[in-house]
């Protein structure tokens, strides 16, 4: 009916600003890291042990969304956790050294495993209820989000302190909640009993023949994914300006290509994923993915190594979004939790992994690690060709 129609809209509306408001909120406060070591004095080792709040707090809390979700529902638990996110991040510019640090990242971390969890679960309800592989077009709006945040937080590093800075995003943040959030709380999550028996999006199918082993393994294409997008944030620019010698300027490029091509294909990603299903956007990606990172990673000139590390964002691009709602319609929130959390751990074991590797071997033969996760995912979508759909 229209009235349906028409609330199904306005809940992607409102979803579509909360994803973009967590990629904004993270990103806000990613660029202002170095003025806060500065400013409480921490070390290089007491900052490392104090960001790993934000990984503490997301990992406990991804678990513990998904029974919230179970009981509450996911929009209330959206709404709450954009508030506590944007309350939290203007914490850190108020503390004076590493331990206290810690100990409000733990707090911010744990609103942004939360609202990841509470936010995906209702855009997988909502993909059921419109019967149309949209998923990729709201973790098209947190990279937006993202984008714009960082853009931003650099623009204004040298104008404002960091003290202003977040408290701008705080502010920002409940301004998105109050309008967005009014809808979320307007509208219960649409039910099973209100979708279509329709073999792309009624999750009935899956659970009958699927199950939680299912959920693990789609949760391992989203840490396969997860796991290069932690690599190209953390070691991208090192490869490109140590092994390649390319200026500072290019350098910082490689990961811009990496994120726009990426924002790229998951706004697109609706029309693949309607054209080829899910499965085969799972193993085109994957596919695609680890061509353009044995690109990336071996090539002998900057250009080429660029080329690659676009052409990664690109196959990466929808992995983690189909991984996400083909957990979501295994099993509910719960399944979006596990998912959540193997994706999170992928993005933790990124950076260090690629480290350690780098000491063994050398850069570019780490970088090809990612490379391998992602032939791994395509490899998953042609075992799971059934359950994903065609």
């Known amino acids: 009916m229209p009235g349906d129609s028409n609330d199904l809209t306005r809940l992607r509306v409102a979803l579509t600003a909360f994803f973009a408001l ?4 993270f990103a806000g406060w990613v660029v202002r890291i170095p003025a806060i070591k500065q400013q409480t004095g921490a070390s290089a080792g007491a900052l490392g042990l104090a960001l790993l709040g934000v990984s503490a707090g997301a990992v406990v809390t991804m678990t513990l969304t998904g029974r919230l979700c179970r009981r509450y529902g996911s929009h209330p ?3 709450v956790c954009a508030v506590l996110l944007s309350l939290s991040v203007s914490l850190p510019p108020l503390t004076h050294s590493a331990p206290a640090l810690g100990a409000v990242l733990l707090v ?7 609202i990841n969890v509470a936010f995906n679960s209702a855009a997988v309800d909502l993909v059921a209820a419109l019967r149309r592989p949209i998923m990729p077009t709201f973790h098209a709006a947190f990279s937006l989000g993202g984008m714009i945040g960082a853009g931003l937080g650099g623009l204004v590093a040298g104008a404002l302190s960091p003290t202003r800075h977040l408290l701008g995003l705080t502010l920002i943040g409940l301004l998105v909640t ?3 959030g009014r809808t979320l709380l307007r509208q219960d999550a649409p039910t099973p009993a209100d979708r279509s028996p329709s073999p792309e999006a009624d999750p009935a199918g899956p659970r009958r023949t699927g199950g939680r082993g299912l959920v693990l393994v789609f949760g391992l294409v989203a840490l396969c994914t997860a796991y290069g997008e932690g690599a190209m944030a953390d070691w991208g620019a090192l490869h490109l300006q140590q092994d390649l010698a390319a200026s ?7 990961y811009s290509c990496f994120a726009l091509a990426m ?5 697109t990603g609706t029309t693949l994923l309607e054209r080829l299903g899910r499965a085969r956007t799972v193993i085109a990606g994957g596919t695609v993915a680890a061509a353009g990172m044995l690109l990336g990673s071996l090539a002998t000139s900057v250009w080429a190594a660029l080329i690659g590390f676009a052409v990664t964002g690109l196959g990466l691009a929808n992995l983690f979004p189909v991984a996400v709602e083909r957990a979501g319609a295994l099993t509910g929130s719960s399944g979006v939790a596990v998912a959540s959390t193997l994706g999170y751990g992928g993005m933790l074991l990124g950076p260090p992994a690629i480290g350690f590797m780098a000491d063994w071997f050398s850069l570019p033969t780490a970088l090809t690690s990612v490379a391998a996760l992602a032939a791994v995912a395509a490899v998953i979508g042609v075992s799971t060709r059934r359950t994903t759909g065609t």
Do not use: N
């Open 77 to 79: 638990v959206t709404v």
């Open 263 to 267: 924002t790229a294909g998951r706004a």
């Open 178 to 180: 109050a309008g967005a």
């Open 248 to 254: 500072s300027g290019v350098a910082a490029a490689g």
């Open 22 to 25: 967590d990629g904004f909120v």
């Open 108 to 114: 911010f971390g744990a609103a942004y495993g939360g």
